[in-house]
């Protein structure tokens, strides 16, 4: 796995906590304010 990947696991493994936080690898990454990584509808957050 690549930093990348796991940037996007990690981004992951925090919307099962209960915070809202929109993350959908099927869209452009973005930057989310949240996690402080980049991932789809990262900019919703
Ligand atoms: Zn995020």
């Keep these: 796995m690549t930093d990348e990947d796991l940037k996007v696991v990690f981004a992951h493994l925090r919307t099962l906590k209960p915070v809202?936080?929109?993350?959908?690898?099927?869209?452009?990454?973005?930057?989310?304010?949240?996690c402080g990584n980049r991932h789809g509808l990262g900019e919703r957050n």
Excluded: G
């Excluded at 809202?20 to 949240?34: G, I, M, Q, S």
């Design 20 to 34: 809202r936080h929109l993350v959908d690898n099927a869209e452009p990454p973005t930057p989310c304010k949240l």
